[in-house]
Structure formats: structure tokens, C-alpha cells
């Protein structure tokens, strides 16, 4: 894998010999310490939870009991621990799967509790326009989305000096806003930001990218057998 493709391109010319791999116990342990956390909240959701704590579960936490939730985590461990012990690929994959689903459940369920307590549309779309926040008008928004299409279309289609074209992009729609916000893009920044609590998307950005990786573990135990067995 190279990237970029093009390489007389001036990032190619800056890069060294580095190449995505690592050592088969590396990836062992990586795969290890994955199934021991997985097995860790199976463990917490069976042993219970305070009363205080219970009451911030998610809907789909609150969908059956926590010890429910609990074996489930530890079938799942236990499965890939079984395939890792015995070396069986299709164990491992079984085991994998079994966590993309549990995961990718309570990522909804956050992902909805987090929905419910954002600002309003209405609100939310009224900082986007509103001009005591600053904020760009109609015409300057259209202009900036046509700005960054095109930026975005230089970056794809350039054969030489993506890289940067890429910088000179942000550099041109920073610059876009700043003019759009008559200077004040430091205050339009904090008016979007306290409307639209990023900081809580944390938690369940978390659990997304677990629920990622344990589907990234199915896949590549999967494609390193087919290569092994040729």
C-alpha cells in the first residue's frame, strides 16, 4: 500500500521506508488485551451497577437485564480465547463477530441518548445563520460548500503536489470564513461549539471504533488464513 501513488510527487520524495506491519505476537497480544477488556465488561455488567449508575444506562442496555449483557461479553471472550488457544481461524472470526454486534449495539444506544440531549434543530440552525453569532450569510455558505467541492475535486484529481494542494485548501477555506465571519470566526467557533456539545460524543465515538477494530480483527484473521492456505 502506497500513498501517494504518484511517487516523484513531492511527499513521496519526503518519506521513508516505513510500511504498515507488525510482528505476529504483537498482533497476538493487540488481539489478547482486546478479548481481556471485552471479558472485563462482562464481568462489570454481571456483578451490577450502583442505583445512581443503572439510571444513565442506555436504551439498549435497559433492553434486558445487565447480567444478560454480561454473558454475553463473556461467550464472546471466550470464544476468541478458545480460537486464539486452539489456533482455529474460524473461531476467532465467530468470536469477533459476536463483539461487532454487541458493540455496535450500545453505540446506537449512545448515539441515540446523545441525539436527545443536543440543541435543537431549530436552535442548532439558528447559531448557523444568525448574525449576532456571526455567522456566514446564505450566499457565503453556498460559496464556501463550492469552495471546498473544488478544493476537495484539485486534491483528487492532481497527479503532482496533492500534498500541497491539500494545505493550500485549508489555508484558502480558513481564510473563506474568516471573510465570511467579518473577522469574528473565533466567536462563530464558540457559538457552534456551545450548541453542539462535541465533547460528549467521546463515549460513544469510543464504542464505535471498538466495534471498527473487532470487525478489522474478522476481516484480517480471515484474509491472512485464505493467504496462508493459498
Not at 504518484?6 to 497476538?28: C, E, H, N, V, Y
Not at 454486534?101 to 444568525?130: C, E, N, Q
Not at 464558540?190 to 462535541?198: A, D, G, M, T
Request: hydrophobic share 50%; charged share 10%.
Amino acid at each position: 500500500m502506497q500513498f501517494p501513488r504518484d511517487r516523484t510527487s513531492w511527499l513521496a520524495r519526503k518519506q521513508g521506508d516505513w510500511q504498515p506491519g507488525m510482528p505476529t505476537f504483537i498482533s497476538f497480544v493487540i488481539l489478547g488485551l482486546f478479548t481481556a477488556q471485552g471479558a472485563n465488561r462482562g464481568v462489570d455488567y454481571i456483578t451490577g451497577d450502583r442505583p445512581d449508575v443503572t439510571k444513565s444506562l442506555t436504551v439498549v442496555e435497559q433492553a434486558m437485564p445487565l447480567h444478560y449483557w454480561g454473558a454475553l461479553f463473556l461467550i464472546a471472550s471466550t470464544v476468541v480465547a478458545a480460537g486464539m488457544l486452539f489456533r482455529r481461524a474460524q473461531v476467532i472470526i465467530t468470536g469477533c463477530l459476536c463483539f461487532v454486534v454487541l458493540y455496535s449495539g450500545i453505540t446506537w444506544g449512545l448515539t441515540v441518548k446523545m441525539l436527545t440531549r443536543m440543541t435543537p434543530v431549530g436552535d442548532f440552525w439558528h447559531i448557523l445563520t444568525a448574525p449576532e453569532s456571526h455567522a456566514p450569510s446564505g450566499v457565503a455558505w453556498g460559496l464556501i460548500i463550492l469552495l471546498c467541492v473544488l478544493c476537495a475535486g484539485a486534491i483528487v484529481l492532481s497527479d503532482k503536489y496533492a500534498g500541497l494542494i491539500f494545505l493550500a485548501s485549508i489555508v484558502v477555506i480558513i481564510a473563506a470564513f474568516t471573510a465570511a465571519t467579518g473577522g469574528h470566526l473565533n466567536h462563530f467557533i464558540s457559538e457552534f461549539v456551545q450548541h453542539f456539545p462535541l465533547d460528549g460524543w467521546r463515549t460513544p465515538s469510543s464504542f464505535a471504533m471498538a466495534t471498527l477494530i473487532w470487525g478489522l480483527f474478522a476481516w484480517g484473521t480471515k484474509v491472512m488464513q485464505k493467504a496462508r492456505r493459498g
